[in-house]
């Protein structure tokens, strides 16, 4: 599944290629995870893209009167194509933009179609799927005096709150593993028992673990590629994620692996306490 690293690769690499007016709209399937609206061509037709944001795992297309909220999914890929390059199986949207002297399409492919394309003509952040969203990870608001007051209390594993998108957003499984390898943090510690220089630390590592993957273009596990259809590198800088009994990169300790929130959580039993 693509983690916010992917999302934020995927905006960046659509920014640049995308621009103008919406001259036509194609559905090939409306059924995503939710029913794609039947009259997004009337709604879409020239209006004009205004920017590309993103919440969490969401992308927003700012148009003239309203956005799209674009999830990924499981397996949701897009990519920039020519008029001339014909849609493969599971391309189930194409958006036309009418760039000057030729068209470019924003085409959304998703195998398992767990994906998302919604159309809002109100507050994008006031949806239902956004407005309980925790701060953006990389943000002022996700600090260590935040994340003390949102643990010091709680029962639950320390990886399952930092994976909590009402807690902090983006941080999923595989930047969980690494950000607590990096804070020297075991993932089954409750909560409640990390002290507060700990989660100093933690939220340090959350960030230069996330901003590292941006960085390298993300992880590409299973079928994830940037918009150019490049992959990513970050997979290549895993200390622990899917390192099961390997050595670990500082101590040689095997890798340990454990389920949580029937997860897969990776660990050093040495360097993480």
Not at 11 to 30: A, Y
Not at 69 to 86: D, N, P
Not at 110 to 124: L, M, N, Q, S, V
Request: proline share 4%.
């Amino acid at each position: 599944m693509p983690e916010l690293p992917e999302v934020e690769v995927t905006r960046l690499g659509l920014t640049p290629l995308i621009s103008g007016k919406v001259c036509d709209v194609k559905i090939r399937n409306h059924s995503l995870r939710w029913p794609v609206n039947s009259n997004l061509k009337t709604i879409l037709k020239s209006q004009e893209l205004k920017s590309l944001s993103r919440r969490g795992k969401y992308i927003l297309a700012a148009f003239s009167s309203g956005y799209l909220i674009i999830h990924l999914g499981m397996s949701g890929k897009i990519s920039i194509a020519s008029e001339k390059k014909e849609p493969i199986k599971h391309d189930h949207i194409d958006i036309y933009f009418n760039m000057g002297k030729s068209k470019k399409i924003f085409r959304y492919n998703d195998t398992r179609r767990f994906g998302a394309i919604i159309w809002t003509d109100e507050d994008p952040f006031k949806h239902k799927l956004l407005s309980s969203l925790g701060p953006e990870p990389l943000s002022d608001q996700f600090n260590a005096n935040y994340l003390y007051e949102k643990v010091k209390r709680k029962k639950q594993l320390i990886k399952s709150t930092i994976m909590d998108s009402n807690v902090v957003v983006g941080v999923g499984n595989i930047y969980a593993s690494e950000s607590l390898f990096l804070a020297g943090i075991k993932p089954q510690r409750k909560s409640q028992k990390i002290k507060k220089k700990e989660i100093e630390v933690l939220v340090r590592s959350i960030k230069i673990v996330i901003q590292s993957a941006i960085k390298k273009g993300g992880s590409t596990l299973n079928d994830f590629y940037s918009v150019n259809g490049q992959s990513g590198y970050f997979q290549n800088e895993h200390k622990v994620y899917a390192r099961e009994n390997q050595p670990c990169t500082n101590c040689d300790e095997k890798i340990s692996q454990i389920r949580i929130s029937q997860r897969s959580s990776f660990y050093c039993n040495k360097c993480q306490v």
